[in-house]
């Protein structure tokens, strides 16, 4: 079956750099999204990378390889407000389902 | 702003019960997503539709069924609860293909 492979804990102090690694197996890729998730809040959209190459959105970068089936979540200047879980999501159809990943708890400490 | 919202936050329910759980988008979107959220487990897609009165089967649809009777509106429905569907349901909405989808801010489902 699919599957994205993610760490399942990353901790990191306020002003720091993280990267958060995603791996996938997959046929039918079309790309990948990453997404935010506040403990007891919903999921919301960070970044989408359909082509190789990093996408920027302002404190937040995504990156995605196609030959190497990876891709990555880069926060910089990291606030306490970052804590939170981060989930990749590979697109894996024409109509956008996504095929999420288990998520990478983020905890920033002062 | 796109809004996704479902019909409750939380629901206690007694193992048999059946369950409407529904999730309503304001931004003419064509794709529609049900997902359960289970701790270590991440999201799973239980069902999607990318028009009206269509419907596909996700990764784990057994126990669930849908409704998908105007554009803006998608129903889950679990005909007979098991305490094994205990969960946070969350609904998604998209316009098209692509990585973006909107959430509704889920239900709490507790069966007894």
């Known amino acids: 079956g699919q599957s994205l492979e993610q760490p399942s804990e990353v901790t990191a102090v306020e002003g720091a750099i993280v990267q958060i690694n995603c791996t996938y197996q997959?046929?039918?890729?079309?790309?990948l999204s990453w997404y935010q998730q506040h403990d007891g809040g919903a999921p919301t959209f960070l970044s989408y990378?359909?082509?190789?190459g990093l996408e920027e959105t302002g404190r937040f970068s995504s990156f995605l390889s196609r030959s190497d089936s990876y891709g990555y979540l880069l926060l910089q200047e990291l606030q306490m407000k970052d804590s939170a879980s981060y989930f990749c999501a590979e697109v894996e159809g024409s109509q956008g389902n996504l095929i999420f990943g288990k998520g990478t708890k983020l905890s920033v400490k002062p | 702003d796109v809004k996704v919202t479902q019909s409750s936050r939380y629901l206690v329910k007694r193992t048999g019960e059946k369950v409407f759980l529904e999730c309503v988008q304001d931004?003419?979107?064509?794709?529609m997503f049900w997902y359960r959220q289970d701790p270590g487990l991440g999201l799973r897609l239980i069902y999607f539709s990318y028009d009206v009165k269509m419907k596909e089967k996700g990764d784990i649809p057994e126990g669930y069924s849908v409704s998908r009777e105007k554009k803006e509106r998608f129903s889950l429905i679990l005909e007979s609860t098991s305490t094994n569907q205990t969960s946070m349901y969350l609904c998604a909405s998209s316009l098209s293909s692509g990585g973006t989808q909107y959430f509704g801010p889920g239900t709490r489902l507790t069966v007894l």
């Open positions: 990378n359909a082509l190789d």
């Open positions: 931004m003419d979107h064509e794709n």
């Open positions: 997959t046929s039918g890729f079309y790309g």
